[in-house]
């Protein structure tokens, strides 16, 4: 620390922030700076008096102070009884300096209000930045928010977001910032599919490999507001944090609350660069730092048989999923009590003596012998009104007493919150992992909280949210063989703080491969491609009733973790075949899909869509080149850039046959040739695609 600056610094990254004051300033986040130019850098924070103002303009803190005279949406909200302390003001206490990070401690005498900033600049290249108020008064504190705020450079023209829906997950949206505010307030209860915590700020000619550009995620799985805002004087900044219902979060005298952690990542080189430092972020802090081979290629039953489950079709379709390679059989929904719908028994999770007479027992062994683990669904945070557990215990649902409840998918959400529903779920589970050689489950969760209420009568969502992670790391550490599955309606509960505890998400309900492309693409902004359930889908898709071709779908889920989603026992011999090679294909290759920095193209045509992986010392790469929809006349893309090769390395370019076996060469480049000029394409049909191998010779 030199003069009240801070200087971390990473390979292409540099965070300079001043600490001079109650809150922590980030002076520079940008380009890697080999030195610090004290008075240009605090230039760019401390603005002179602007006309009709304030006598100072007030710079934007990590968490900015209305007390202070920022204009900026206040990064700490709340009062306490009578509304008192409602804009508080910190005087600076200390710094705790460690390799590539700090803590600053900061204290408000009046209100008697602890603040704490943690910040931390990791290997991955990624920012992380939490902080935490603490109640040091002997009144009640009511907590409004407490949100991160990253100061971005006037340079950043354009905003790129993600929204979607119910299997539209992830789509991609630009559009200028130059004034005013975007924001994204997200209710349902988990991360969602309409609003994922992710925004980058760009700037206008940026792209996936050119121009600076600024990316923040919050990790989190419950409500959350993200804001990007243009002050009047031309200041930008992204703001983000958990969205508190009211009186949510309350401190009594002593009480805490932590913000979750904001993840921010820069390249200098357009966004698949800055994709990359999330991709590693995940990576580190998988709860299993498992090679490849362990993302074993799975079966789910879901498509296959839906609710109507029968011992001997199930084990036919795991004989059949052994032949073509599976390595996974995953039983989904209807195994459990009266669950014959979805209308019925979440919450009653015992094996349904109806259909499996003797247990899981007999299923399991049988899938074992064949050479493939076993893995399960659950919905753990649920009950249904039809369920043994309800009839009990009507008063464990999250909802309030005092209103008709809002249904969704037939069932209520439970109270985890409440000690005795977390004893009786947890113990249920545990009980169905301890009898059952259970590798892998599938944790679900289908509606949103709507009035979600706790026994007290407060909002309940962010308690909700913790207890969830608690029954996760709690399940973890009793069966620590279990690996997990994210789901939630598909990709609904995607976020980095998920990834600590669960080793993959599914990343849509649509399995269609048109539709997943784009899913993917957008997934691919910041988690990489092997936490990404893709699955190989029936012919006519059951969410869009498109119908694609076998090696369109194949080609569409090889790059993730690979799973079938479909009838094995209506294919014909030819069908399992190319299942086969095309699982083949994905075990050659998985080490490179699975470590690999996982890459995206801007193509010449809007129609076309191009991802792939680079190994890290850039001597291979596999490439994948879409053709999604009919090229307008005149549009015709001819040649397919890859730019971040070794420049000075020549390749050997193959391109993958249709049966996943056999290729031909169409060539040799360097690297240079690659980025500068590119592939020559051939023309593609629409909804078809093909793989290069490229290979340092």
């Known amino acids: 620390m030199t003069e009240n600056l801070i200087h971390l610094r990473r390979p292409g990254v540099s965070v300079v ?10 002076a520079h ?45 206040p990064g700490l909200a709340g009062h306490r009884p009578g509304g008192r302390y409602f804009a508080p003001r910190f005087s600076h206490s200390k710094v705790e300096m460690s390799d590539y990070g700090f803590v600053f401690t900061s204290t408000d005498s009046a209100a008697e209000l602890g603040l704490r900033c943690q910040f931390e600049l990791r290997e991955s290249g990624v920012l992380a930045i939490n902080a935490s108020v603490t109640n040091h008064g002997d009144s009640r504190y009511l907590l409004d928010t407490l949100s991160i705020t990253l100061p971005i450079p006037s340079g950043a023209k354009e905003l790129v977001t993600l929204t979607g829906s119910w299997a539209r997950e992830f789509a991609i949206h ?70 508190l219902m009211a009186g949510e979060v309350c401190l009594e005298p002593g009480g805490s609350y932590s913000t979750p952690e904001v993840l921010a990542t820069y390249s200098q080189n357009g966004l698949t660069p800055a994709s990359l430092n999330f991709h590693r972020n995940v990576r580190a802090h998988l709860p299993k730092q498992s090679n490849s081979v362990s993302r074993k290629v799975l079966l789910n039953t879901w498509e296959a048989v839906y609710f109507d489950h029968d011992e001997e079709k199930l084990k036919n379709l795991a004989e059949l999923a052994a032949g073509v390679g599976v390595e996974r059989f995953v039983l989904d929904d209807g195994w459990f009590a009266g669950r ?31 050479g493939m683990d076993f893995g399960i669904w659950v919905e753990p945070e649920m009950i249904s009104e039809d369920s043994e557990l309800f009839r009990m215990h009507p008063d464990w649902a999250l909802v309030s007493p005092d209103y008709e409840p809002v249904r969704s998918r037939n069932q209520l959400v439970l109270n985890l919150v409440h000690a005795p529903a977390y004893e009786y779920v947890f113990s249920k589970l545990d009980k169905l992992l301890s009898e059952n050689e259970i590798s892998f489950i599938k944790w679900d969760m289908n509606r949103p909280h709507v009035q979600a209420t706790l026994k007290s009568g407060a909002a309940g969502t962010h308690e909700q949210t913790l207890a969830f992670y608690k029954m996760v790391d709690q399940l973890r550490e009793k069966h620590r063989h279990i690996e997990i599955e994210s789901c939630s309606s598909g990709g609904g509960r995607i976020d980095h703080e998920i990834l600590r ?45 498109r119908v694609h071709s076998l090696e369109f779908r194949a080609i569409s889920a090889v790059f993730g973790h690979l799973g079938l989603e479909l009838d094995l026992t209506i294919c014909s ?30 193509c010449e045509s809007a129609s076309q869509i191009s991802h792939g992986v680079y190994s890290h010392d850039r001597n291979e790469a596999l490439v994948s080149l879409v053709q999604l929809t009919e090229t307008k006349q005149g549009e015709d893309a001819e040649f397919l850039r890859l730019p971040g090769l070794d420049s000075e390395c020549r390749y050997r370019v193959a391109v993958l046959d ?33 793989i290069f191998h490229l290979l340092s010779i």
């Not at 998400?505 to 359930?533: H, L």
Request: neutral net charge.
């Open 17 to 26: 922030v001043d600490v001079s004051m109650g809150v922590p300033v980030i």
């Open 29 to 73: 986040w940008g380009r890697e700076l080999e030195t610090i130019d004290r008075e240009s850098i605090l230039g760019s924070v401390f603005l002179p008096k602007q006309p009709g103002g304030v006598d100072v303009t007030a710079p934007i803190a990590v968490v900015p102070q209305h007390g202070d005279g920022c204009f900026a949406r």
């Open 174 to 243: 630009r559009q200028s910032f130059l004034h005013g505010a975007w924001t994204s307030e997200n209710r349902t209860g988990r991360t969602s599919h309409e609003h994922p915590p992710v925004v980058w700020a760009v700037e206008a000619s940026a792209n996936e490999w050119h121009g600076e550009v600024w990316g923040a995620h919050l990790a989190w799985s419950g409500n959350h507001v993200l804001l990007a805002e243009v002050l009047a004087d031309s200041r930008k900044y992204l703001q983000l944090g958990e969205l």
């Open 340 to 370: 014959r719908n979805d209308k019925t028994s979440l919450g009653d999770w015992w094996v349904s003596p109806e259909i499996y007479p003797n247990g899981l027992a007999p299923l399991i062994s049988h899938v074992r012998k064949l």
């Open 501 to 545: 505890r669960t080793d993959r998400v599914w990343t849509s309900d649509c399995i269609d491969p048109y539709r997943r492309q784009k899913i993917q693409r957008g997934a691919s902004m910041f988690i990489p491609n092997e936490v990404m359930g893709a699955h190989i889908g029936a012919e006519k898709a059951h969410t869009t009733s």
């Open 573 to 602: 011999q030819s069908e399992l075949q190319l299942i086969k090679q095309a699982i083949d294909w994905h075990k050659k290759f998985r080490g490179l899909l699975h470590s690999g920095d996982a890459v995206r193209f801007d």
């Open 658 to 690: 249709s049966n996943f076996v056999t290729s031909r060469d169409v060539g040799e480049y360097t690297g240079q040739q690659l980025a500068n000029t590119g592939l020559k394409l051939s023309k593609m049909h629409p909804e078809t695609g093909t």
